[in-house]
């Protein structure tokens, strides 16, 4: 189906007759892109490039920021090239531009379409007085490896969580129409199945059946271009032994013939010219035709298209047909963001972190919280949320008072915008706070691996040196004696150890946290911990010895104030992970969607105890199936009940399923709040399709609802089922629906137990 946004008016028809007055070169220029500010990838030119602008061969650019420096390559451009076609400006926004909200992933455990909307909304906003029309984001690959540092960009583990979550960063972003001032070109990448990196190595190959390819992997970028996503990026890992920026299969067959997609597609960052590092071309021509006929469109950073493409128009190698097609999808965009009539930025008043956008970080951070535990302490009952008057609170860590690794990986924002916890819990407590760091986030060999890093440059991990841990944990356990209750903010340097390029195969606490950890609780005294990652950490010690454990991820600007409402209950927690928190790091790929085994028989393993006494079963011998903490999970301060859920029709024919895709039933449940204090659920639902031609996974998500609960209030939820909940591929890889039997659960989390079923008969 073509885009509205980008049909609109007479954009074809500009496209059109624009086309016709282009050279070669001018053309070929409209599908590059370079980066002309700071690096981020190897090897940027960092040149100028007024001259190509000035010959009209520079179609976009990346990491130019500032309406200054946006306008003065954009006058280039309008006044000396021959066609005054507009250069299009992109950048990284990944959770906010300067207003930093919560990682992407923590945003994803709030389980909140509307957050991750306001959060694109915002960051639009900024961007566009930054004179950036296009942002990279969102990131929608489906991430089942914490290893891969990537996942902090992700919206975690679930096809269908992430599909909701896909459109409403595209919604915000786009707003329904580009040519809004307000409005920026979204990008979903990477294109495609980036996240299944093997062994969670970042660039490393992707091999899966096309079935698990299209079933789970590209459910959400086909949410994205239903939104209307104006463009897509090509993604640097080879798909079943295909790079995925050479690809026909996905790029022409799946995005733009099966989607309808008629935006255009970029390479990832030197994309094009790794292809030669794939091995699929032996010079730097054959690959750029190879993967403009694949189907990208824009070189991001990287010149081969400007330099090889042309001439291969000239000598018969690529009929020209196929740079005029690639050139139209690129002016497509252009004209129908209105970039030709309103090319410039106006300069605006500079950026200042206003106490209405520190509040909106706050609302969404507030609700990104997951409190995985909260265990009753013998004599004080639960620790969270914090009575007030307790008298002296201890905080411990060396992410307490970190401004740059709270805001998180990938944050353009200002560390000096940061409110940090350690300043936070100053402001409630005055002299009640006892503070000490504790520990530094790296030791030894960690500090080593930084040292190498280059990415970014050399100074945090100079400010990151380590410090003599012995002496630092001793004076924090002789202050945790003097405490009531000690708090341990613990986590990664998200700065610099998660996202890209940071794969890890550690997934504790860096450095001599987990020791900081283990002493001070060996004080007797009770702990909270405040964990603030962006990946899915193993806690295993720490859910074993800790009463109360509090997933902060790295919650941006208003860090400090958001956990703080969590802890002493100004905010009741609702957020639910969004990805499997594992006991050991051998367990990954851990997700809770996985497929049965023959053994045992329907057995969907995650409770299956590792001391089991029988052998020969779909098991590890020293430690159980389970995530430590599910898909979903997240506790409340108040709890939830949940009646047994019913269906609205029992069974219905497959043939009407088939036909008309309307939902043919709903799910309803009642849910109580059965405590004291008002709260959120997030009600989840899960089906299983009990006896597919092609087996499907023990439980998929097809269904979520965030409500909010007075004390003693009741409210009906329901779930409407239709061909897109309970559809699969089959063999022939098409998208169907037998005759069969659904379980269905409805609860908080992926170990919900209030059942129903409904069938479909033929
Ligand atoms: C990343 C992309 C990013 C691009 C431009 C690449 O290294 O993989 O996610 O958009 O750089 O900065």
Redo the contacts with the bound molecule.
Sequence with gaps: MPNAQLAAGNVNEQVDALLKKMTLEEKVGQLVQYSAGFA??PSASNLTYDDLVAKGQVGSM??VVGADKTNRYQHIAMEKSRLHIPILFGL?VIHGDHTTFPIPLAIAASWDPEAAETVARTSALEARADGIDWV?SP?VDIARDPRWGRIVESNGEDPYLSSALARAWVNGYQQGDISRPDSVAACV??FAAYGAAIAGRDYNATDMSEITLRQVYLEPYRAAVEAGVATV?SS?NSINGIPATADPFTLTRILRKEWGFDGFVVS??GAVAELLNHAIGADGSTVARKALEAGVDMD?EGDLYGTTIAAQVRSGKIPESVVDEAVRRVLRVKFAMGLFNHPYTQPGPAYAATPERRATARKVADETMVLLKNDPVEGVGTLLPLNSKAKKIALFGPMADDPQDLLGAWSAGNPSDVITLRQALQERLGDRLLYARGCGLLTGNDANVLKHVTFGGPETAIENEPIPDDKTIAEAVALAKQADVAILALGEPTNWMEG?ASSRVHLGFTGSQEKLLEAVAATGKPVILVVLAGRPLVLTWAGAHVPAILEAWSPGIEAGPAVMDVLFGDVNPSGKLPASLPRAVGQEPLYYAQLPTGRPAHGDLSHMPYNSEEKFLSRYLDEENSALFPFGWGLSYTRFRYSTPTVSRAEAPVGQILADHQPVTRVGVDVTNIGSVAGTEVVQLYIRNTAASVEQPVRELKGFARVQLAPGQTQHVEFPLGFDELSFYNVDVERTVEPTTYDIWVGGSSLATAETSFKVVE
């Design positions: 981020t990838g990346i990491n990284d990279f990131m990448k990477h990026m640097f990832d960052w991001m890209e």
